[in-house]
């Protein structure tokens, strides 16, 4: 089991996908060897659910995006507006209504000879959008995920700064090998200071004595959801805070869970072969599930 368990769909095998200006069949859709992207990871993305005809927390993906494509010094060259119409035209395209997951690529573009200095980029950037019938597996949704406390650490804001979502996940990949490899479904990652900080593609959270604990979030991804969570928590009188914490107060929390766009909320029932809640989803995990889903729902409604 992992996070990103999703039920297949046939119907991905046909999809059409959004390349620079043309919406083409998935079997068609390339980029150029002298992409940015292929090159040197050197671009943004942000995945994004489609629920009801709408796209869930886009405001906050959008920001996320343009502060990343700031923060690495690329000009993505197009309004949100001007976004968020490329990536409807290509739902519309695909006849698209709900349960929909999509990646939202932007590189810095061509290059007119493999070298990572922007100078030697010519034209503008790449964009992509790819949407995907993706449904998160309930079975993971109750029965949980097994992490396992990984050696690589989260860089810092003095060398590839967590918080920016480029297309380098390096760090993270490597992350997901070790903990495939120690026999877990995904890696908890500690910060520079050993403290606990993330996992490889999700945002970590536990629950001591009814208390709702995630990093401080200074050397994590600003995950959208986490940050709904944290907000959710607030809105129900769920304490919650942000701080620092060490491996050892997770091996003995009362529940964990971790969060991501695709999933939401999904259980943790073990950590270094320590046992959560009695290996089973904890009963605040899932009333959170529940808020959340109440949370979408409410605001993003069926559309008449």
Known sequence: ???HEYNIDSRNDEILIYVNGEIVPRSIAKVSVFDSGFLLGDGVWEGIRY?????????????RLF???????MDIGKTEQELEGIIVSTLEANNMESDIHLRFIVSRGMKKTPYQHPKVNVGGPT????PEYKIASEDVKKTGISLGTVS???GTSKTQDPKWNTLSKLNCIVACIEADRLGFDEGLMQDVNGYVSTCNSTNFFIVRQGEVWTSTGEYCLNGVTRGNIIRLCKEN???VFERNFHVEDCHSAHEAFVTGTFAGVIP???IDEHGISGGIRGELTKRLQNIYKKDIDTLYPPSD
């Open 1 to 3: 089991m992992g996070t």
């Open 51 to 63: 629920h009801n005809k709408q796209l869930v927390h886009k405001d906050e993906h959008f920001k």
């Open 67 to 73: 502060a990343s494509a700031a923060a690495i010094g």
């Open 127 to 130: 964009i992509v959008v790819i």
């Open 152 to 154: 690589i650490r989260r």
């Open 237 to 239: 009188d769920i304490p």
């Open 268 to 270: 943790v029932v073990e």
